[in-house]
């Protein structure tokens, strides 16, 4: 079963910063697709970033384009999403996730393809 435990969330100003951990255990991110995603109150589930190792390809929402990064650390099997210039419609709880590595990023993020489920993410709210 693929698990993840996310971090870094909290409370920040409009304009501020956040960096949100997530770190895989039982299997390799190397072997998936990564992707971050987000759900705000009374909305589905939005793709924000997934990446793949099979061309190090990483895809982006429009809206988070030129504020967020996704990176990683192969070394403790962890993703980051670095999140600038947030803002009060960033508000929301982020969760990472993986899909199979053959999957277009595209695909995973826009059609929320993911393998397994949702784990328990971490809290993100920009204040205005």
């Known amino acids: 079963q693929l698990q993840f435990v996310e971090s870094g969330g909290g409370l920040v100003e409009a304009g501020g910063s956040l960096r949100l951990s997530c770190t895989a255990s039982?299997?390799?991110?190397?072997?998936?697709?990564i992707g971050w995603f987000r759900k705000a109150p009374g909305k589905a589930h939005e793709g924000v970033s997934c990446?793949?190792?099979?061309?190090?390809?990483?895809y982006y929402e429009d809206s988070v384009k030129g504020r967020f990064t996704m990176s990683r650390d192969n070394a403790k099997n962890t993703v980051y999403l670095q999140m600038s210039s947030l803002k009060p419609k960033d508000t929301a709880v982020y969760y990472c996730?993986?899909?199979?590595?053959?999957?277009?990023?595209?695909?995973?993020?826009?059609?929320?393809?993911?393998?397994?489920?949702w784990g328990q993410g971490t809290q993100v709210t920009v204040s205005s």
């Open positions: 996730a993986a899909a199979p590595v053959d999957l277009p990023v595209q695909a995973m993020c826009i059609g929320r393809i993911i393998s397994g489920s």
């Open positions: 039982k299997f390799s991110l190397d072997d998936y697709n």
């Open positions: 990446f793949t190792s099979v061309d190090n390809t990483t």
